[in-house]
């Protein structure tokens, strides 16, 4: 009988959720730090896009290949309210024969001429947005509850309007929740968690493109330190635009203009992982995601993440017994075979 903390289980459950050849951060977990500790996160993402999507139309316009690094950082303020910020770095490049223009705005509607040099065919690397949130969890007897408010704010005025964008360059809150249970009373080490949120951007032109995301995790832990997980992802954007074949020539000026921004970008992606712990402050994870259902926008051929998370404590910190109560989440977990 050996024990898996939840740190084991939080810090490996970083996912990133892609969409439009972007990385948005579900920062949002169930399980929280406790008072005093915390975890600094290194992630790198390859992100290939292949198909570009008009409607539910899949049309081969370029490909899209997107390099992200992420510096995330997670802190308990009390054993049940934890903040978290994070900043990626996006480095993206466009290989095709339809690059964006670039945009006159000297007149009452927009000019489009030339061609956007974020399109040539190299990588752009810069900052992309500013993510910050606080959880706070409500429960942990026999499952965990962590509802979450959360921003996303862009780090500068970078460029939306093209292939090789690093972003929509949108303010963004976030309201959600997270939760989390291990079923092993049925299955002895199969975790289960999720986050469900909503995004409020506002009003862009004349649509409000708010925006639901779900993720969910189906773990299950091999042994104590290492654990496999099948995983998915979707996003269902409220009020927008489909995108429409050669968009230039058949939507608006300003709509084409904004159109990464208020297109219904609905997408379900669906991927598998691990995680491993090094040790007791160390733990490794990787995944490999593919979109498999797609209204608009760039579909994933595939993306692969690779992480690394440090655990750190301070002087705010102190001793405790993680698994102490019979039916809490964190009770004894069996490893496989093991009697």
Not at 6 to 24: E, V
Not at 109 to 132: C, E, I, V
Request: glycine share 8%.
């Amino acid at each position: 009988m050996r024990f898996v903390k939840p740190r084991t289980i939080a810090t490996t459950s970083i996912a990133l959720l892609l969409a439009s050849g972007t990385a948005s951060v579900a920062f949002a977990q169930a399980f929280v730090p406790p008072k005093g500790e915390g975890s600094v996160s290194f992630l790198f993402q390859d992100v290939a896009v292949k198909d570009h999507y008009y409607g539910t139309t899949p049309v081969d316009n370029g490909q899209i290949r997107t390099e992200v690094a992420l510096f995330d950082v997670s802190y308990g303020l009390t054993d049940r309210m934890a903040i978290s910020v994070g900043l990626p770095l996006v480095a993206a490049k466009y290989s095709g024969v339809v690059p964006h223009p670039l945009v006159d705005l000297s007149g009452p509607t927009p000019k489009f001429y030339g061609a956007n040099p974020l399109d040539n065919g190299d990588y752009h690397p810069t900052l992309q947005d500013l993510r910050f949130s606080v959880r706070y969890n409500i429960t942990r007897k026999n499952y965990w509850l962590t509802p979450f408010v959360g921003s996303v704010v862009p780090s500068h005025n970078y460029e939306y309007f093209a292939h090789a964008a690093p972003g929509i360059r949108l303010n963004e809150i976030q309201l959600g929740i997270s939760a989390a249970k291990l079923l092993d009373a049925a299955v002895p080490g199969l975790l289960i968690q999720g986050t469900f949120s909503y995004g409020i951007v506002g009003q862009v032109l004349d649509f409000t493109p708010n925006r639901f995301n779900m993720d969910l995790e189906v773990g299950y832990f091999l042994t104590p330190k290492f654990r496999v997980m099948g995983l998915s992802t979707g996003q269902i954007v409220q009020d927008g635009i489909d995108i429409m074949p050669n968009p230039r020539l058949n939507l608006p000026a300003l709509e084409y203009m904004h159109h990464d921004q208020i297109s219904i970008d609905n997408s379900l992606n669906l991927g598998a992982g691990a995680a491993f712990s090094l040790n007791e402050r160390v733990d490794l994870y990787g995944s490999l995601i593919h979109t498999v259902a797609k209204r608009n926008g760039h579909a994933i051929d595939h993306g692969v993440t690779m992480g690394l998370t440090w655990s750190f404590s301070t002087a705010n910190s102190k001793d405790r017994m993680i698994a102490s109560a019979e039916h809490s989440l964190t009770k004894c977990v069996c490893e496989k075979g093991t009697k």
